[in-house]
Nanobody, 127 residues
Framework: QIQLLESGGGTVQAGGLLRLSCAHL????????MAWTRQAPGKEQEGVAA???????HYADPVKGRFTISQDRAKNILYLQMDSLKPEDTATYYC?????????????????????WGQGTQVTVSS
C-alpha cells in the first residue's frame, strides 16, 4: 500500500515562503495521481493543488500565482512551493494519492476523493 509522509510545515511571517514535501512509498512501480489539500480552523477541507492526467495541474483560486505543485518521480517526492504566504493560508496541509485521477471538481469542492492520505503538516502564517 502507498504510504505518504508530509514535511516542511512550520510558522512563518506573512509574505514568507515554505516548501512542503511528501515522500510516497510503495507506489513507485505504477502511475499515481497526487494532490495537496488543506483544512483551516473552522473551515471545510479544500483542494489546494492537484495533478491530473498527462501532468495537467489544477490550483484553487486563492493560491493561484503563489503556490506551485511539482514532483520528483525519481525520488518519489511531491512538493508544494508556497510563496507570498498569507494568514489565511494557515491550515493543516495534507498530501493525497490515488491510483486513478480524481476529478478536480471533486477535489476542489470537497478536498477529498483520494484513497491514500498523509498525516498532515501544520502551516501557520502570522500577521
Amino acid at each position: 500500500q502507498i504510504q505518504l509522509l508530509e514535511s516542511g510545515g512550520g510558522t512563518v511571517q506573512a509574505g514568507g515562503l515554505l516548501r512542503l514535501s511528501c515522500a510516497h512509498l510503495g507506489g513507485a512501480d505504477h502511475e499515481i495521481y497526487m494532490a495537496w489539500t488543506r483544512q483551516a480552523p473552522g473551515k471545510e477541507q479544500e483542494g489546494v493543488a492537484a495533478f491530473d492526467r498527462d501532468g495537467t495541474t489544477h490550483y484553487a483560486d486563492p493560491v493561484k500565482g503563489r503556490f506551485t505543485i511539482s514532483q520528483d518521480r525519481a525520488k518519489n517526492i511531491l512538493y508544494l512551493q508556497m510563496d507570498s504566504l498569507k494568514p489565511e493560508d494557515t491550515a493543516t496541509y495534507y498530501c493525497a494519492a490515488d491510483q486513478d485521477p480524481i476529478p478536480w471538481a471533486v477535489v476542489s469542492a470537497t478536498g477529498g476523493g483520494y484513497n491514500y492520505w498523509g498525516q498532515g503538516t501544520q502551516v501557520t502564517v502570522s500577521s
